[in-house]
């Protein structure tokens, strides 16, 4: 890159080197400059690493089908590209690999067979009890006792991830963190408070919906943390680090996909193991040094 | 901080909006816009009003729902940012701050602050797409190697988030600038060239058809879209479009 510039002086370095920051990561550069008011090209960015993804997501076949007949889930919204740990841009990875190589080919073939179906009647009683749970979900949470905000109920829950569900976890944590979260859900279903209109557009009520389901989830994740007995990827166990406090990873016991099987209540989920086959590689433990 | 806050309520898109006044305390500089607006919620929320309803979700800058005119602007006072990335260090102790949904016959409101902009959508579905297959049959994509000039001018062309802050900047309502972007950034690369006639004849029409006004090059779409999408893209649009109508 700098063929051109024989013996570049300290200065002529240093101008270069903000224009190649800047053409490759000028719009992260200034990203940050709007967040934090400090200008990352003269002062030392603060980074830190935190959990911002699930690192899973609905279980699928090989044809991206959920355990639903006809519903696939496609991109991050499903586990199957997700290993123990998420790089920058697998979304982008996972979007355009399940659009463009596996959708297009096994939603047809699925559809093929429904092809003369024509227009499914809602007059059925499948169609009667999903309306109905619907309904009494969204009855439900209007009728709270209007006590506390959502966003209130999801900054608590938050908290409670942040704190004893982060990347670095240990059995004592994760255990209160499940006793706090069910505590919170009990306390969010009975005095939650979403305004306006169940018929209407309701900001809230979408979100109380989704804060809802946060709160079985964030539950599940910390009962998955705390039963995987190693460290692996985005999951510290305290309890499981070498002396120069790696990552310890048990192989023996633990190498498998965990797909919890959703019974209603997050600790009641039934756990199906898949095992991880490796056949063109080796296992490795991974350094960072 | 203490803000004067006047914002556009309006409670579908059935019904007469009006402005209405309100006073937020205690906002602090290193918040962000919409954090700002989330506690003004929380507080309408106590008093049992019902909360302001905006548009918004990713909050990086890079998904295009958050759309508000501040002051008159699209996106606020700050240049080649979205309102997500606004902080409230650009507002002073005592402002007035008037917050208002973009306003453009093609984007009607829905409730509030928040428009529907599936008329873009509807313009992406027209044309902005590649149908042939490039995943190595004859050639694979990856292989083609593309000049790093077109290669960056396709890539800022990409970064158009379809926010609609162009057409709200605009006097005609025009979608020149947004339609532009999404037909240069494949006009610009081998790939797109196969049904690049058809694309732009497409794009266009749809968006004709959507009620957008017309382009009369005042160039307020450049100067507020946060992300920089240059009028060269509305240039080489018009030159795709002739080019098309003339193999007809
Ligand atoms: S061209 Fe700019 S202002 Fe218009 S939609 Fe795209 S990003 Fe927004
Ligand atoms: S919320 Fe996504 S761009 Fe602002």
């Known amino acids: ?116 179906t024509g227009v499914v009647s809602t007059d059925s009683p499948e169609f009667d009890d999903a309306e109905k749970m619907v309904r009494e979900r969204i009855e439900k949470l209007m009728g709270g006792r209007g006590i506390h905000s959502v966003d209130y109920y999801h900054k608590k829950l ?37 305004p306006g209109e169940a018929n209407s557009k309701n900001q809230e009520l979408e979100k109380a919906g989704r ?75 991974r350094s960072y040094k | 901080m203490k803000l004067f806050l006047k914002i556009w309520r309006q409670k579908d898109a059935g019904s007469k909006g009006a402005m209405v006044d309100y006073t937020l305390d205690g906002v602090e500089s290193d918040m962000s816009f919409l954090e700002m607006l989330d506690i003004l919620n929380e507080e309408l929320i106590s008093k049992g009003e019902e909360p302001v309803e905006f548009d918004h979700d990713c909050r990086e800058g890079i998904c295009g729902t958050c759309s508000l005119m501040i002051n008159g602007r699209p996106h606020g006072p700050d240049s080649r940012i979205t309102v997500c990335q606004l902080h409230m260090r650009s507002f002073n102790d005592g402002d007035e701050i008037v917050i208002e949904p973009w306003s453009a016959t093609a984007f009607p409101v829905i409730k509030d602050l928040i428009v529907d902009r599936s008329a873009f959508d509807r313009i992406q579905q027209a044309g902005g797409y590649i149908s042939v297959n490039t995943s190595g049959r004859p050639v694979d994509a990856n292989a083609i190697p593309i000049e790093k000039e077109m290669a960056d001018k396709s890539f800022n062309a990409a970064t158009c988030i379809g926010c609609g802050a162009c057409v709200a900047a605009c006097k005609n309502a025009s979608a020149m600038l947004f339609t532009s972007a999404k037909v240069s950034q494949f006009a610009l690369l081998p790939q797109g060239q196969v049904e ?6 497409n794009m266009v029409r749809q968006m004709d058809l959507e009620g957008f006004g017309n382009c009369t090059n005042t160039g307020a779409c450049e100067v507020e879209c946060p992300k920089g999408i240059s009028l060269e893209n509305i240039a080489r649009m018009n030159r795709e479009y002739l080019t098309a109508s003339v193999k007809g």
């Open chain 2, 196 to 201: 690049a006639a058809e694309r732009v004849e």
């Open chain 1, 158 to 194: 938050g908290k409670i991830m942040w704190n004893k569900c982060g990347m670095s976890r240990n059995a004592k944590e994760l255990k209160e963190a499940i006793k706090e979260i069910a505590e919170l859900r009990a306390d969010f279903w009975e005095n939650v408070k979403v």
């Open chain 1, 1 to 116: 890159m700098t063929s051109g510039i024989k013996d570049a002086d300290d200065k002529t370095i240093r101008e270069l080197g903000e224009k190649i920051v800047e053409a490759k990561y000028g719009n992260l550069f200034q990203m940050y400059e709007k967040i934090v008011d400090e200008n990352p090209y003269k002062t030392p960015m603060k980074i830190y690493p935190a959990v911002h993804y699930t690192m899973g997501g609905l279980w699928v076949d090989y044809n991206l089908q959920t355990t639903i007949p006809g519903c696939y889930a496609a991109g991050e919204a499903n586990f199957s590209d997700h290993g123990a740990n998420r790089l920058g841009a697998s979304a982008l990875m996972q979007g355009l690999a399940d659009g463009y190589f596996v959708l297009p080919y096994t939603i047809g073939d699925y559809l093929s067979d429904y092809i003369r």
């Open chain 1, 211 to 285: 804060v809802a389901d946060f709160l079985e989830l964030g539950e599940l994740f910390a009962k998955d943390a705390l039963e995987r007995n190693e460290s692996c990827g985005g999951h510290f166990r305290e309890e499981y680090q070498t002396e120069e406090g790696e990552a310890l990873r048990d192989d023996e016991n633990f190498k498998f996909v965990s797909a919890w099987e959703y019974t209603g209540e997050p600790s009641k989920s039934v756990l199906h193991k898949e095992d991880l086959v490796y056949e063109n590689i080796e296992l490795k433990t």
